[in-house]
């Protein structure tokens, strides 16, 4: 009843409408609405208190989109599901909605020009990226998945390339730049089942054992402490879930370092087995993609595809026993 009660007024089922098509900021929506800031806030407060909205912060910026899961997220659906078609209000919001959308994919545009050269360059020294897509796809996509996490989701292409096939996807990224391009991007490629949030990889916002799938596409390379960024990948997976880690085997592109800002010149394969194993997983395949192309293509990607087994949890309960024993005979 609650829910019904939050959405029974008509500038909250308008906010519904929107808000079921894309992820805005209460400036975005009073554009879209024409109306004050405070009305607004106080709508999206009462659907976020009722479960229909979802409400999350990006840097100085706070987000709403639909609910992903739970009640609120079915009645959402259903809700405005029996808006008449044609209904000369919510037609006019969507098409200011799609004028806000132009402008967020400008801005976006114009990030990837400036950036677009160096990724382009980074992307001649290995396999092509349809390649390692292919691979990644036929590792974690087999099937149906039920929610998808990509970290250091980056421009959204793993959303957009696993998605379609996952009930939810959520990409996490620090950097709200990257963020903006990808919610472009995302929006300009129709997949609704994805939503960005920004994220440290090291403390993620997502609760325990909530993701069917999780990758990890060129990302551990610029990470400090790869180790820990696994661990919180296992963390939130499902026992019986999957990671997908693709990244470069080790290299000497020293250049990397300064132009890029890579931390790490690849890893290798016994590294990355001991972050798997460390974080109580089981690596089930291993797929090297050796570079193609001229004399400076050099850097290999490995992509390795590891489960969560049903033991996970003792699994790393008996890690942390053992490890508390050995500070006990070292003390």
């Not at 805005?24 to 009722?50: D, F, G």
């Not at 912060?57 to 997220?73: D, I, K, L, N, P």
């Not at 079915?74 to 004028?99: C, N, S």
């Not at 993620?204 to 960024?229: F, G, I, N, S």
């Amino acid at each position: 009843m609650t829910g019904l009660r939050a959405a029974g007024e008509p500038t909250r089922l308008r906010l519904l409408a929107i808000l079921m098509k894309s992820e805005l900021t209460v400036t975005e929506l009073t554009q879209i609405l024409r109306q004050s800031q405070p009305r607004v806030s106080r709508h999206l407060k009462l659907m976020c208190e009722a479960g229909l909205l979802d409400r999350f912060r990006e840097g100085s910026w706070v987000f709403y989109r639909r609910a992903q899961q739970g009640a609120g997220a079915r009645l959402a659906a259903l809700l405005t599901g029996l808006i008449p078609a044609g209904d000369p209000t919510i037609a006019r919001d969507l098409e200011r909605l799609e004028a806000v959308r132009a402008a967020r994919a400008e801005r976006a545009s114009e990030f990837f020009r400036a950036n677009a050269e160096q990724w382009r360059r980074i992307r001649s020294l290995y396999v092509p990226e349809a390649k390692v897509e292919e691979a990644l796809l036929d590792l974690g996509a087999r099937q149906r998945i039920g929610t998808l996490v990509d970290l250091g989701t980056g421009t959204g292409r793993i959303l957009e390339l696993i998605g379609a096939r996952a009930e939810t996807a959520i990409g996490i990224d620090l950097s709200p730049e990257m963020l903006a391009f990808a919610r472009a991007y995302l929006e300009q490629s129709g997949v609704e089942s994805c939503s960005v949030r920004q994220g440290d990889l090291y403390d993620l916002p997502l609760q325990d054992e909530m993701a069917d799938l999780v990758t990890l596409h060129q990302v551990l390379h610029y990470l400090d402490d790869p180790a820990a960024a696994v661990g919180e990948a296992a963390r939130v997976l499902k026992t019986g879930g999957r990671l997908l880690i693709a990244d470069f085997a080790p290299h000497d592109l020293d250049f990397l370092r300064d132009e890029q800002a890579h931390r790490r010149l690849g890893f290798s394969e016994e590294e990355v087995r001991s972050w798997l194993d460390q974080a109580g997983l089981e690596l089930r395949e291993l797929r090297r993609l050796p570079p193609e192309g001229g004399d400076e293509a050099k850097l290999t990607v490995v992509i390795y595809a590891a489960d969560k087994p049903r033991a996970a949890l003792a699994h790393a309960a008996g890690r942390a026993e053992r490890g508390s024993e050995l500070e006990g005979v070292e003390g």
